[in-house]
């Protein structure tokens, strides 16, 4: 049953037209919902507010603003679903900028992301991209609290398929671990762009957020995908809004991306080393641990 949340933002984005949609596809005015809640939220300044990471990364004097720069996006990616092609060129003109001497992935899915930014990134970076093993468990994965969507997308995955087809799988380390089970350690301090878009539980973005915190370099930025959702993704989108007041995090205009910076992000790992958790415990604690 949909929560009074839910119900509220269907009234929202009423219309005739939103009603026809339903009545054709009830999948399909969902995301119409969602698309106009999210606009609406942009155009009245909801939520996070809007900054550029390619301004940022030029501020910083990370990189020269060469105006004959390109990028690069096999023509033949799948654009359904996703990554959009828009936030795919974003990132890919992020990564050309900040050439980052490492990047870390969270959620490989099929690879398209993965892709574009090891076209758009030096040959000496290191690529690190995790899933979910590809025999992973159906049932483990469900009652680890994935919302339903996303189990469907672990259900017909083919981890890194992109990869393979444009030859790429042999410049990135692939690896497959729950990421509520992955220990941090070994990259502790070492990416300059990590890329944040795994399950979309309020349990893993918390999950994932912190140990991409501890991750980080000096210098580098942090990307979430499906920022601003509504519905499912809400507690994504919560979640970010609530670590704003904490930390400087910004969404990238007309899209679902939402970043800061390496400094900002690892701001969080000074409560985590203060007050260590055990690696073993995967409970929430009552009150969100920002």
Same mark, same amino acid.
């Given at each position: 049953?949909?929560?009074?949340?839910?119900?509220?933002?269907?009234?929202?984005?009423?219309?005739?037209?939103?009603?026809?949609?339903?009545?054709?596809?009830?999948?399909?005015?969902?995301?119409?919902?969602?698309?106009?809640?999210?606009?609406?939220?942009?155009?009245?300044?909801?939520?996070?507010?809007?900054?550029?990471?390619?301004?940022?990364?030029?501020?910083?004097?990370?990189?020269?603003?060469?105006?004959?720069? =390109?990028?690069?996006?096999?023509?033949?990616?799948?654009?359904?679903?996703?990554? =959009? !092609?828009?936030?795919?060129?974003?990132?890919?003109?992020?990564?050309?900028?900040? =050439?980052?001497?490492?990047?870390?992935?969270?959620?490989?899915?099929?690879?398209?992301?993965?892709?574009?930014?090891?076209?758009?990134?030096?040959?000496?970076?290191? $690529?690190?991209?995790?899933?979910?093993?590809?025999?992973?468990?159906?049932?483990?994965?469900?009652?680890?609290?994935?919302?339903?969507?996303?189990?469907?997308?672990?259900?017909?995955?083919?981890?890194?398929?992109?990869?393979?087809?444009?030859?790429?799988?042999?410049?990135?380390?692939?690896?497959?671990?729950?990421?509520?089970?992955?220990?941090?350690?070994?990259?502790?301090?070492?990416?300059?762009?990590?890329? $944040?878009?795994?399950?979309?539980?309020?349990?893993?973005?918390?999950?994932?957020?912190?140990?991409?915190?501890?991750?980080?370099?000096?210098?580098? !930025?942090?990307?979430?995908?499906?920022?601003?959702?509504?519905?499912?993704?809400?507690?994504?989108?919560?979640?970010?809004?609530?670590?704003?007041?904490?930390?400087? $995090?910004?969404?990238?205009?007309?899209?679902?991306?939402?970043?800061?910076?390496?400094?900002?992000?690892?701001?969080?790992?000074?409560?985590?080393?203060?007050?260590?958790?055990?690696?073993?415990?995967?409970? !929430?604690?009552?009150?969100?641990?920002?």
């Amino acid at each position: 049953m949909a929560g009074l949340s839910e119900i509220f933002d269907a009234l929202k984005c009423a219309s005739l037209q939103g009603m026809r949609l339903a009545l054709k596809d009830r999948q399909l005015a969902r995301q119409y919902c969602s698309y106009v809640l999210q606009r609406y939220d942009e155009l009245m300044e909801h939520g996070l507010g809007t900054m550029n990471p390619l301004n940022f990364i030029y501020e910083q004097g990370w990189s020269p603003r060469l105006i004959d720069d =390109r990028v690069e996006v096999p023509i033949n990616i799948h654009t359904g679903g996703g990554v =959009r !092609l828009d936030e795919l060129v974003i990132l890919a003109m992020v990564a050309r900028a900040l =050439r980052p001497s490492k990047v870390f992935e969270i959620g490989t899915f099929m690879g398209r992301t993965t892709s574009v930014l090891l076209l758009n990134t030096p040959s000496t970076t290191d $690529i690190v991209t995790l899933d979910l093993p590809p025999d992973a468990d159906l049932e483990a994965v469900m009652s680890s609290g994935c919302i339903d969507t996303d189990v469907m997308l672990v259900k017909r995955r083919n981890v890194g398929v992109l990869l393979r087809e444009l030859h790429l799988d042999h410049r990135c380390q692939q690896i497959f671990c729950d990421s509520l089970d992955f220990d941090p350690a070994a990259h502790r301090h070492s990416v300059e762009l990590g890329f $944040i878009d795994g399950a979309h539980s309020r349990r893993h973005v918390e999950n994932d957020t912190r140990k991409m915190a501890i991750m980080m370099a000096d210098r580098g !930025l942090v990307f979430w995908h499906d920022y601003g959702g509504k519905g499912r993704f809400r507690a994504l989108t919560v979640y970010l809004d609530a670590l704003a007041k904490r930390i400087a $995090i910004h969404r990238v205009l007309h899209t679902t991306l939402a970043w800061t910076s390496a400094d900002e992000l690892r701001k969080l790992t000074w409560v985590e080393e203060a007050q260590p958790e055990p690696a073993s415990s995967h409970h !929430l604690a009552p009150e969100p641990r920002l």
